[in-house]
T-cell receptor, first 114, second 118 residues
Framework: QQQVKQSPQSLIVQKGGISIINCAYENTAFDYFPWYQQFPGKGPALLIAIRPDVSEKKEGRFTISFNKSAKQFSLHIMDSQPGDSATYFCAAIRTVGRAQKLVFGQGTRLTINP | DTGVSQNPRHKITKRGQNVTFRCDPISEHNRLYWYRQTLGQGPEFLTYFQNEAQLEKSRLLSDRFSAERPKGSFSTLEIQRTEQGDSAMYLC????????????????FGPGTRLTVT
């Protein structure tokens, strides 16, 4: 059972374009939504994150849009650069007691063409 | 470098052998997590520690897997009698639980140990 569904599986964008990756979740108990960036052979690196009481968060060229009623959130990368080529994972955290369980989406392989 | 470190980075072993991985979290972090990532998939939660206490284990963690964090600092993950299906990247992450009860949601990942079972 996939608790966080991510699309598309792969994405090709021209340099300078906008990259958009979408995620949807079912469990309303999730209370934090981070995005991770992963380069080949490396561990995931935290990119940006949002709480469900906020509709948008922007950090530099990266923006998360969050729609609580639709249970959807998305990552927008503005002015995409070849160095942004990586795999991106959306995730959701559910707090159960003192435990924080991080659930990942399936990942999106992003390629930025120069 | 004050990030999460993992050793070894790569491990090739024959089916049936035992392997052990080590994770050193960020020094002030009191929570440590283990995840497994197979090719083309997102990481899957295996287990987590708060200080030295192992508070939760996933159903993915069979009896052949054991994790420890004896002094609340580094952690080890051991796989006994490895199987080809154990081939994956094993990731460690850490975070900080504040004593006042508020906590940081951010988990910081290490570079992982890639295990290949032949």
């Amino acid at each position: 059972q996939q608790q966080v569904k991510q699309s598309p599986q792969s994405l090709i964008v021209q340099k300078g374009g906008i990259s958009i990756i979408n995620c949807a979740y079912e469990n309303t108990a999730f209370d934090y939504f981070p995005w991770y960036q992963q380069f080949p052979g490396k561990g995931p690196a935290l990119l940006i994150a949002i709480r469900p009481d906020v509709s948008e968060k922007k950090e530099g060229r990266f923006t998360i849009s969050f729609n609580k009623s639709a249970k959807q959130f998305s990552l927008h990368i503005m002015d995409s650069q070849p160095g942004d080529s990586a795999t991106y994972f959306c995730a959701a955290i559910r707090t159960v007691g003192r435990a924080q369980k991080l659930v990942f989406g399936q990942g999106t392989r992003l390629t930025i063409n120069p | 470098d004050t990030g999460v470190s993992q050793n070894p980075r790569h491990k090739i072993t024959k089916r049936g052998q035992n392997v052990t991985f080590r994770c050193d979290p960020i020094s002030e972090h009191n929570r440590l997590y283990w995840y497994r990532q197979t090719l083309g998939q997102g990481p899957e939660f295996l287990t987590y520690f708060q200080n030295e206490a192992q508070l939760e284990k996933s159903r993915l963690l069979s009896d052949r897997f054991s994790a420890e964090r004896p002094k609340g600092s580094f952690s080890t993950l051991e796989i006994q009698r490895t199987e080809q299906g154990d081939s994956a990247m094993y990731l460690c992450a850490s975070s900080f639980l504040e004593l006042a009860g508020a906590f940081s949601y951010e988990q910081y990942f290490g570079p992982g140990t890639r295990l290949t079972v032949t």
